[in-house]
């Protein structure tokens, strides 16, 4: 393990998965591959039956980590690997984050099979062990990132924000853990990064060459929230 992202989904996370790559990471982890090859591991994490040497074997021979649930774990991975540097991918302000994320919040409780966006949503968990893994996870995934249990929230569709998202906890959720990261990782091994700022920052930091391609700008937000991360995690 060499690089950490501990940034919050909504981050540009994705866009860092890419970016490790074009930089020579050769195996990086983003949100997919968390649930193609951890699932059953963050479901032990979270059931309390995992000790901390669990991400050591989960992530040894893997080069960097983006985005949920690595993110949220950022500290004890860092533990089983003190020598890794971390990056904090932040947005503009907690307000910019925190629409963001409700409008992506929106999308995953009105559209996807798993979280009560169609009428067979509350049979899925009970017809596949795997569906209801992933239920299991996400819901821990976002009550950590929005202090809610967003899953159970009704109607999302009536107002902007939606009834029973609290844009509050939203951004209580994102400034707190932001500021664990800074206060808690030594100043020179720690990046507060912004994907706006290019390659120029990340390079530096990491010791790398900047490329000659245009730093990636993937998985934007559709205006219902749809995105492409979410699309493929749900449909592989």
Same mark, same amino acid.
């Given at each position: ?23 020579g990471y050769n195996n990086v982890h983003d949100h997919t591959e968390h649930f193609s ?67 992506? /919040?929106? &999308?995953? @409780? ?6 009560? !966006?169609?009428?067979? =949503?509350?049979?899925? $968990? ?15 995934? /976002?009550? &950590?990132? @929005? ?6 929230? !009704?109607?999302?569709? =009536?107002?902007?924000? $939606? ?45 790398k060459e900047v490329p000659e391609e245009p730093f990636p700008n993937e998985n934007v ?6 995105v492409s991360a979410v699309e493929q995690t749900l449909t592989s």
């Amino acid at each position: 393990m060499k690089v950490i992202c501990a940034g919050f989904p909504k981050t540009g996370t994705t866009s860092m998965a890419k970016a490790f790559r074009l930089l020579g990471y050769n195996n990086v982890h983003d949100h997919t591959e968390h649930f193609s090859y951890n699932l059953e591991n963050y479901q032990r994490i979270y059931e309390g039956t995992a000790t901390e040497e669990l991400f050591r074997e989960m992530y040894e021979d893997v080069d960097a980590v983006t985005d949920t649930p690595a993110c949220l774990f950022w500290d004890s991975i860092l533990r089983e690997f003190p020598d890794a540097k971390v990056i904090l991918t932040v947005r503009d302000s907690a307000n910019a984050w925190s629409t963001s994320m409700v409008n992506t /919040c929106r &999308y995953f @409780t009105t559209q996807n099979w798993y979280s009560g !966006g169609h009428w067979y =949503s509350p049979l899925v $968990p009970y017809l596949s062990k795997t569906a209801a893994t992933v239920r299991y996870v996400y819901s821990h995934i /976002c009550y &950590y990132i @929005t202090g809610m249990d967003i899953i159970q929230v !009704g109607d999302v569709t =009536s107002s902007d924000p $939606p009834i029973g998202y609290s844009m509050i906890c939203f951004k209580n959720r994102y400034t707190q853990h932001n500021a664990a990261v800074q206060a808690l990782v030594p100043s020179h091994q720690l990046l507060v990064y912004n994907v706006k700022e290019g390659w120029g920052p990340l390079c530096e930091f990491l010791g790398k060459e900047v490329p000659e391609e245009p730093f990636p700008n993937e998985n934007v937000s559709q205006p219902d929230g749809k995105v492409s991360a979410v699309e493929q995690t749900l449909t592989s």
